[in-house]
């Protein structure tokens, strides 16, 4: 069965200082993977996606992700994080037989002055 | 284009009741799924219908039930409410096909006392 871990719950950041989340998934075939962000009281907005190709993919707001096959990560990073960007990140997998979604747990960002 | 819209916002009710909720998709996207997103616990796969039918449930008990209308609307039933039920249940629609992102609502805050 697939599986999503995003192993830190919480992360605090200074503002300006880069952000690496961490995602590792279980799944046999090629997964196609998600990154989703909610903020307080809101429902979850997607910042990028990967299918295939290019292993760096970039998304919305100055995140980007890589993925890595042969450590079964992808991993959301940007270079210098915002007050605004403190919020619930959520890794998630399908495929293309069009499973639903399974995410992670979500990791917490906060973004410390 | 108008996003996801779900109501209601909040829902309180008691043990033993029933709940519904609703949720209407983005215009043009057959496929609804439900969510359920309980404090540490993430995001767990309830419900997916597409084109009125349910393709896929999640682990949960068959007095979580729900259907989708001919305009792709959806409805979620909890039976028998039990305390741990109490959570934010979120709707996604999407576009059929596996790489179509699922856009979520804002959700619906169920509270059972």
């Known amino acids: 069965a697939q599986s999503v871990t995003q192993p830190d719950i919480h992360i605090t950041v200074s503002e300006g200082a880069s952000l690496e989340l961490r995602c590792n998934y279980s799944y046999g075939a090629t997964p196609y993977l998600f990154w989703y962000v909610q903020s307080p009281g809101q429902g979850l907005q997607l910042l990028l996606k990967?299918?295939?190709?290019?292993?760096l993919v970039q998304g919305i707001k100055g995140f980007e992700a890589e993925f890595k096959r042969s450590q079964s990560s992808f991993n959301l990073r940007k270079p210098s994080v915002h007050w605004s960007d403190a919020a619930e990140y959520f890794c998630a997998v399908s495929d293309q037989a069009g499973t639903a979604l399974i995410f992670g747990k979500g990791t917490t960002l906060s973004v410390s002055s | 284009e108008a996003g996801v819209t779900q109501s209601p916002t909040h829902l309180i009710k008691t043990r033993g009741q029933q709940a519904t909720l609703r949720c209407s998709p983005i215009?043009?996207?057959?496929?609804v799924y439900w969510y359920q997103q309980a404090l540490g616990l993430g995001l767990q796969f309830l419900l997916w219908?597409?084109?009125?039918?349910?393709?896929n449930r999640g682990n949960f008990p068959p007095r979580f039930s729900g259907r989708q209308f001919p305009n792709y609307s959806s409805e979620l039933n909890v039976n028998a409410l039990e305390l741990e039920d109490s959570a934010l249940y979120l709707c996604?629609?999407?576009?059929?096909?596996?790489?179509?992102?699922?856009?979520f609502g804002n959700g619906t805050r169920l509270t059972v006392t």
């Open positions: 219908y597409d084109e009125g039918e349910e393709r």
């Open positions: 996604a629609s999407s576009l059929k096909g596996s790489r179509s992102p699922l856009h």
């Open positions: 990967y299918f295939s190709g290019d292993t």
């Open positions: 215009s043009g996207h057959t496929s």
